[in-house]
């Protein structure tokens, strides 16, 4: 036979001649930071769920719409909260005025007007367009009843004097409006432009309008996305970066973090912090690493319904009292920087004065294998039962998740001698699970809303749908009222100092840990703002320096 | 030939009403819903969302709605990206998915007619055993574990060469989908190898083959008119199945390289429970997978002369 044809050597030199093709081809794709051109590249999880400010609700689409809108107020380079579109204003009780700045426009050069906001205002708590953060319009006097089909959306307690003066009327007094009007549903939404987008509005680029100190460019969809600075943004002037481009969108962690290391990301993972094992990576390869809080706190809820047992507060108090947070997170988790739990109110909250941790230091539970034998033994009588029935404790499908619960279970049995079971369940079946209380114990943590310790505090109040564990206390939702009633900070403080010692010594929940998000940066990004509520990046007063 | 394309046609369609069925069915079983999140909505709302999605009615009127518009041709909107169609999601992401899948079955194909037929020319020589082993390599090892490798030898590649040679991740220029489409391709490849050879040898057998040897026909001629063309049929036969499984199977490959593919919409929607995502990818890969195998059968006919398609 001839096998001339297919010789090896022939496809050999093919290939090499491919490969040198390859070698001269010349590169084109753009780096990670550019210098001359003020850009920077970023990657994403995935595609911005929806960038319709009315209804947002993820943390992606909250990033892109952080820096192409504007709010009545906003964060400025220190994260302090500074005039947006308002110029001044003033709150009074349950009263405030807005007084808008003549030179905040549109991207196509109108201004923005209080009319914008009475319009946005009125469609988030609109029931057709049923907007999933509604409830964080509530404070906003008729929101809920107008949002529940009750009354017309004019009935909305906020009312335009003029193109320039915006008045607004609150339920109760909120000690945190102000700090809410910088959240994305409370953004301007111009009404011409929004009817004539029928129902596509920031759909697609044809479809926007921005008021930020960037706008968007280019979105091919699950691809890339391009914003470049808004040049007609009354604060342009404080703005460097010339364009932000998102030109990878892949939930690959890993992926992601090839590429940052090919040099073609001026930062990874912004918003969530990396992976362990990412992590890693960039402390053996000696990257540069910035760590702050994500706002995030987590612990361990009990199910408090009727007929669970760990509505006994003597079994709580038997596992609050082998419960070494430290331990958790030094030699479980161990991940640097995670602070171990002692509270539902992270450490960054602000109190009266300074830290609200500092003003109202948390109730130390003692660690003690004696008492909580004795609280156990309580726990049994009470019960009438001679054993613990088997607990199961419930969490998502992530590696961390399953460990803690794995140490959660090794503790209890060891210790106390309890059965539990780890129910690892992925996101829609653990979340089935948690709604319908179908879990003794489960793995949970929370992020801010708002910048204000009641954020986490109103969590346990017997009618919020986020208690999961159904934690149900006359005593503790009196201390929730006082401090909804009112905008006087101490008195709101104080009763938030008491919502904190109330879950410590009932042992409602076992804090485990304050997560904290590790970001690798190319050293060239200078400016680059972290944050605990809205968006946790953001880039708007970034810089690239040689 | 025209009654056997329209019955197999109709059985076709009966397969993707089956499908939308079975999926429908199983997706409401399953426990949780597209409107549950991380953070509790409370009842106003939740009652507002079901009512726009049209969740607050009973699940047989769903799938009789639902039904109806498919047939209209409409997926209905996606619950995981609120400004888009289900339509829209096929009709931007499915191309990217086909280009990709199309450029590895043709890696995947010439590469395994090549090594296929090198292999049986080297039959139990050297060449031969190497190949067999990169073979058992190649359909044993996952393609993420592939994917995750060949994106490390890249970057290495690269920073070697201090410059960017070949990109890590992104679409876009033909360099971008070189890698992802070899490493997509890499198992089938290896199968159709593995396929190839035995088919060759079987060929190489035959009375045919020995009859045009000793007719004195140049050993060229008789490997490609007549041991080639023919033992090259079965692998027509995989090719089928392999354009189905490749087109809707990258999401690994998709999501390593960053490519903005369907598949990806395919497995995050269940994930997320994601109704109309998950109903209409399911439904347009069902759709697709049965097209494909029909045309493969109808193709069939006319490579191969012993196949009459009316008899069937």
Known sequence: MNSDNFSPHRCLRVFALLLCALFAWPAVAQNGVDFARQAVQIAMTGEPRNLNSIRATDQLSIFYLEHVKEGLLRKNARNELVGGVAERWEMEGTHAKFWLRRNAMWSDGKPVTAHDFVFAWRQVVNPEVAAEYASIMYPVKNAEAINAGKMPLEALGVRAIDDYTLEVELEAPTGYFLALTSFMIYYPVREDFYKAQNGRYFADVENMIFNGPFKITRWVHGASLRMEKNPTYWDADSVTLNVIDTPYMTPDSKARFNLFKDGKLAVENGLQGLEAEELRDALANRMRIHSHSDGTVFYVEFNHRPGRVTGNTNLRKAMQAVFDSQELVYKVIGIAGYIPGRSLFPVYMNGVNDKFRIEYPVPQPELNLEKARQHLELAKQELGVDEIPPLAILCDDREIAILQAQYFQALFKRTLGLDIKVDSQTFKQRLDKSQNGNFDLILTGWGPDYEDPMTFGDLFASWNVNNKGRYSSPVYDSFVRTAQGTSDQQIRMDAMGRMQTHLIEEAVILPSYERVANVVQDPRLVGVMFKQTGASMVLTYARVVE | ?312
Do not use: C
């Not at chain 2, 769903?62 to 409409?74: E, F, H, S, T, V």
């Not at chain 2, 199945?241 to 990258?250: L, M, N, Q, R």
């Open chain 2, 1 to 312: 030939m025209l009654s056997y394309i329209l019955k197999r046609l109709g059985i076709g369609v009966f397969t993707i009403w089956f499908i939308a069925t079975a999926t429908f069915t199983a997706m409401h079983m399953v426990p949780g819903d597209p409107l549950s999140n991380e953070r509790g909505t409370n009842e106003i709302i939740r009652a507002n969302l079901e009512r726009q999605y049209g969740l607050d009615k009973p699940v047989f009127q769903q799938y009789l709605l639902y039904m109806g518009n498919m047939l209209k041709g409409d997926f209905g909107i996606a619950f995981s990206e609120e400004n888009r169609s289900v339509n829209d999601i096929i009709r931007e992401h499915f191309p990217v998915s086909a280009t990709l899948g199309l450029l590895s079955l043709l890696f995947a194909t010439a590469g395994g007619v090549l090594w296929g037929a090198l292999a049986a020319l080297y039959r139990n020589r050297l060449p031969d055993a190497v190949l067999m082993f990169l073979v058992i390599l190649g359909i044993s090892v996952p393609s993420f574990v592939f994917a995750a490798l060949s994106q490390l030898l890249i970057l290495n590649l690269n920073q070697w060469a201090g410059r960017s040679i070949l990109p890590v991740a992104g679409w876009g220029d033909f360099r971008s989908m070189l890698v992802p489409a070899l490493v997509l391709g890499m198992s089938t490849m290896a199968f159709m190898t593995r396929l190839m050879r035995s088919s060759m040898l079987e060929v190489a057998n035959t009375d045919y083959i020995r009859t045009a040897r000793a007719k004195g026909l140049s050993p060229t001629r008789i490997f490609f008119r007549h041991q080639l063309r023919n033992a090259i049929l079965p692998v027509i036969t995989v090719l089928g199945p392999a354009i189905a499984i490749i087109t809707t199977g990258g999401f690994v490959v998709e999501s390593v390289f960053a490519i903005p593919g369907l598949g990806r919409y395919f497995v995050q929607a269940v994930a997320q429970l994601d109704y109309t995502v998950i109903m209409g990818t399911t439904v347009f890969f069902g759709a697709f997978l049965v097209l494909v195998v029909i045309a493969v059968d109808i193709l069939y006919g006319f490579i191969d002369p012993r196949i009459r398609l009316g008899a069937v």
